[in-house]
């Protein structure tokens, strides 16, 4: 063999590893839609002979959507295209469509699936086997065949279905903090996926990718803009770009919504007054949302953040906020839309308890709202923090519409460098008792309206998409989107069922893979509890960033913006005292709750320092004072991270290289911050307790001055609008 020959040989070689190992990259954008190749051969026969042909009587937009997905399944899972069938022969027959074009069929499908559910259903007709997937509406059987696909995603049997099912919520909606100039508040994932510049004339393929897998969880509606909203989202030139996201969204069963500014009257219409009592101000709205429903029939309504962190709002004209969000309502009712009224309010003037100033600000409307309107409630009291109880206003405007608002972006949880899977946070406040109708009242059941069948139900989870190729910044904040719809169509599954699906469906089945990974993401926010705010600890971030710790601000903009407000450490001890000798949050909660949560014998100790100030000596349950309590805490939170690094590096191999690699580096990072975070706190705290870090634990690299003049620029998040942060 010549030298020259040799050389091409190897060349030849390179090329070829260089061309598998392509194969194999993965760089997350298909999420949990990957189909990936099923390589279990006998699974794979077993399916392949169950689904031989394909009756799809696909005539509108939907359900053409619908056909070409499940294609597109099958095809990447088992590498066929079932064939139309015309004459029956053998072999597994899917007959996907809607209750009325099957209707010679005569399947019998209950009534409990209403107009978003499905039916998915083995059944023989003539002898012959079929599978059916069937619904009410074309959108119902997109969901059927997304959940259909999923069953062989995660290699389930399909030989012998009966699956009915239906969402709990009517409106399960993504808030994106978008701006129009493209940033993201509080956005880690890159910029804004919307590209105004380029619309309407450019339909990027990520609006319709991101219309499918909101549609393969049930989403049903996105809010496209922040809700710090620039008043220009109203304007025509706008209203034709939404228009055009709106006709991909539709084929998906996608409506839009838009945060709107109360002071849009002023700012784009000339008025000299956005009083929501004003003839003018009426008419106004009521022309704009005359106009919106020109451009999309199918919009879905508004949403709005008003006197809240400088947002203008009906107060600044003297009004409530009944008058404001009705006045709205009144707008939209005409076009069936709705407002999603949010009450994350806190009253620059009244130097009352943060913590207790929705509440007090909205209890008092409860009942006077329209029945289009449907006020958005944070799930805890003060702002997405790592851990919160649940919020006192959940059960206590029976008489309301109220909708869950968890935010999946990170902004409390670490950005998108931090593993946090936040399924357990969401499930631990949606399954707490409320007691406001009775035992087993939990925040699930009252955003469900199980106590006012007549009210409109509703859950918002503030999107964490961005333009990152792998949409979410780390590939396990996907996981977060993922779960959030499905959460939002049944509130009551469980984190783990969730989790076990979403890894199957984006990695592997491979359990050695699936077992070790899911324990690792069901651990991993109670992680991150630990090494930022453990027992109840809450709001010690870094000022106005919300970056890394900063537990000893205490010059923010406002009182309540600042670490010390809400830690009140100082010698004798530590926490918000908000029992019946401090500021009385409890009050606002249900006498069994209050009970439960104000006696320190029954106080859990993750709530600890939300509801109590106690002495650093404090006995805690496990014998240890307060202050050894919480270093190890904090200790343990950063040795879990260090613990889910050692897990994922056997996961070597069995995922692709690309994402394999990415995670480990960004848990690399998670290391790092997680042991600031704890340092910095400990130091901190120790300069009030003035006891020891005990022996067992390795002493912070630094002092405590050098966390402290940590300087970050350009951090992410901050967004371009002109609006106030805390
Ligand atoms: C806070 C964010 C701020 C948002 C605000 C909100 O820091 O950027 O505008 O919530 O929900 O958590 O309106």
Not at 38 to 54: G, K
Request: glycine content about 8%; some cysteine; aromatic content about 12%.
């Amino acid at each position: 063999m010549t030298k020259y020959s040799l050389k091409n040989k190897y060349l030849l070689l390179l090329l070829l590893l260089v061309a598998i190992n392509k194969a194999h990259a993965d760089s997350g954008y298909k999420l949990w839609l990957e189909y990936n190749k099923i390589t279990y051969q006998r699974a794979s026969a077993v399916y392949r002979q169950q689904l031989r042909y394909l009756i799809f009587p696909a005539a509108s937009d939907q359900l053409k959507a619908a056909r070409g997905e499940l294609l597109k399944g099958l095809d990447g899972m088992l590498s066929i295209l079932p064939g139309d069938a015309k004459t029956i022969t053998d072999g597994q027959t899917l007959v996907i469509g809607t209750r009325q074009s099957l209707k010679s069929l005569s399947i019998v499908v209950p009534d409990t699936i209403g107009s978003e559910g499905y039916l998915i259903k083995t059944a023989f007709i003539h002898q012959k086997k079929y599978t059916i997937i069937t619904a009410n509406t074309d959108v119902a059987v997109l969901y059927g065949v997304f959940n259909f696909l999923k069953l062989i995603q995660t290699n389930q049997p399909i030989s012998n279905l009966n699956i009915a099912d239906h969402p709990r919520i009517m409106y399960r909606v993504l808030d994106h903090w978008d701006n129009l100039n493209r940033t993201v508040e509080r956005g880690y994932a890159g910029s804004s996926i919307w590209n105004w510049h380029k619309l309407p004339g450019i339909i990027d393929q990520r609006y319709i990718d991101y219309a499918r897998a909101n549609a393969s969880v049930g989403i049903n509606g996105s809010v496209i803009n922040n809700v710090n909203a620039d008043a220009l989202i109203l304007s025509p030139q706008y209203l034709t770009k939404i228009q055009a996201l709106a006709n991909v969204f539709r084929v998906y069963g996608i409506k839009i919504y838009l945060s709107v500014k109360f002071s849009s009257p002023v700012e784009l219409g000339g008025l000299k007054t956005a009083d929501p009592l004003d003839a003018a101000v009426k008419k106004w709205w009521a022309d704009k949302a005359d106009e919106i429903y020109r451009y999309i029939p199918d919009f879905g309504g508004f949403l709005v953040k008003a006197n809240s962190e400088g947002q203008p709002g009906p107060q600044t004209y003297g009004r409530t906020h009944a008058d404001g969000a009705n006045m709205l309502a009144d707008a939209l009712a005409p076009h069936h839309g709705i407002v999603m009224w949010r009450a994350f309010v806190y009253d620059n003037n009244v130097p009352d308890d943060r913590s207790k100033q929705a509440y007090n600000e909205f209890k008092p409307f409860d009942g006077k709202f329209k029945d289009n309107v449907i006020i958005q409630v944070k799930n805890g009291p003060i702002d997405f923090q790592p851990r919160e109880p649940f919020h006192p206003l959940f059960g206590a405007m029976p008489n309301t519409a109220l909708m869950m608002e968890f935010q999946l972006t990170q902004e409390y949880l670490g950005f998108s460098t931090h593993l946090v899977y936040e399924a357990p946070l969401f499930a631990e406040c949606l399954q707490s008792d409320t007691y406001t109708q009775g035992k087993g009242s939990t925040v699930s059941r009252v955003i469900k309206g199980d106590f006012n069948k007549k009210l409109i139900t509703g859950m918002a989870g503030v999107a964490n998409i961005g333009s990152d190729l792998n949409w979410c910044g780390h590939p396990f904040a996907q996981a977060n989107w993922y779960a959030f719809g499905r959460m939002a169509w049944n509130p009551d599954q469980s984190p783990a069922a969730i989790a076990d699906d979403w890894l199957k469906m984006t990695f592997t089945n491979n359990t050695v893979f699936v077992s070790p990974v899911k324990k690792l993401m069901l651990q991993s926010r109670e992680n991150t509890v630990n090494y930022m705010t453990p027992l109840g600890l809450h709001h010690i971030m870094g000022v106005s960033t919300h970056y890394g710790p900063g537990p000893w601000v205490d010059n923010a903009g406002r009182p309540d913006w600042n670490a010390t407000y809400y830690h009140k450490a100082d010698s004798a001890g530590i926490g918000f005292n908000r029992t019946g000798t401090g500021s009385n949050a409890l009050e606002q909660y249900a006498p069994q709750v209050n009970a439960h949560w104000g006696n320190l014998q029954t106080c859990p100790d993750e709530y600890l320092l939300w509801f109590h100030h106690l002495r650093w000596t404090y006995k805690m349950r496990s014998g240890r004072s307060l202050w050894d309590e919480m270093v190890h805490h904090y200790y343990q939170g950063a040795d879990s991270v260090k613990q889910m690094g050692l897990t994922w590096d056997k996961m070597q191999g069995k995922i692709d290289a690309e994402r394999f690699t990415e995670v480990k580096q960004l848990m690399q990072t998670q290391l790092a911050e997680a042991t600031t975070w704890r340092d910095a706190c400990v130091l901190y705290f120790q300069t009030f307790s003035k006891m020891p870090i005990g022996a067992g634990y390795p002493k912070p690299a630094h002092p405590l001055s050098y966390y402290k003049d940590m300087k970050f620029y350009y951090v992410p998040g901050i967004g371009g609008n002109n609006y106030m942060t805390n």
